[in-house]
């Protein structure tokens, strides 16, 4: 079974401070990407990984994704009151797949 | 979110009825997908279809619901003889190709009294 966990599902935290959160999976990605959804709204693209090992940053996100590609994490540094959403991450186990979303974490960035 | 048109946003319909919930993709995305999110919980991969095709509707439960894209107009994702279970918010995501990432439309918010 290709399961995504993210872990936590839950995270509140004060301004300034910073975080991670994880995404696994038993099977390898082909691809992985992550989004952040807003309450009554669709999940938006932040980022995609596709090559094991590799990091890339968006402003105050950083993303990495592992050598073996079965896992990812998102940091964020000194979060804002924006960064507050659900953050999902979403995996393509094969070229071509559609792509299957883990339950997500729920950041509340505190001011 | 801009490109992914649902509608309604929000479609309120008593047990028994039909839902006919419509996605026009991105211009120039061939490729649409279909989710249901409940709350407090991530998005359930349900069909994905292209243009006059069901590529993969292993998500979708067999009785009840179905998925078209057809050649001309949106996709349409249809739930007949609605249950109180059904209540969800219904997103449609399209895609240029079977690589990169999905434009996601606001979601239809499915609520069965």
């Known amino acids: 079974t290709q399961l995504l966990e993210q872990s936590p599902q839950f995270l509140s935290i004060q301004e300034g401070e910073n975080l991670t959160v994880y995404c696994n999976s038993s099977s390898v990605f082909s691809s992985l990407q992550w989004y952040r959804q807003e309450p009554g709204e669709g999940p938006v693209l932040l980022v995609t990984v596709v090559t094991g090992g590799e990091v890339k940053k968006l402003k105050r996100l950083t993303f990495q994704f592992g050598d073996a590609r079965k896992d990812s994490s998102l940091h964020i540094t000194a979060a804002q009151p924006g960064d507050t959403g659900l953050y999902l991450c979403?995996?393509?186990f094969g070229i071509g797949s559609d792509m299957r979303f883990g339950a997500g974490t729920r950041l509340t960035v505190k001011p | 979110n801009a490109g992914v048109m649902q509608n309604p946003r929000h479609l309120v319909r008593r047990r028994g009825q039909e839902a006919r919930l419509r996605c026009s993709p991105m211009?120039?995305?061939?490729?649409v997908y279909w989710y249901r999110q409940l709350p407090e919980e991530g998005l359930k991969f349900m069909v994905y279809l292209q243009k006059e095709n069901i590529i993969d509707e292993s998500g979708m439960p067999k009785e009840r619901f179905s998925a078209e894209f057809p050649k001309e107009g949106p996709s349409i994702l249809r739930i007949q003889q609605v249950v109180r279970g059904d209540s969800a918010a219904y997103f449609c995501?399209?895609?240029?190709?079977?690589?990169?990432?999905?434009?996601f439309g606001s979601g239809t918010r499915l609520t069965v009294v």
């Open positions: 995501a399209s895609s240029p190709g079977q690589l990169g990432g999905y434009t």
């Open positions: 211009k120039g995305h061939s490729h």
């Open positions: 979403a995996g393509r």
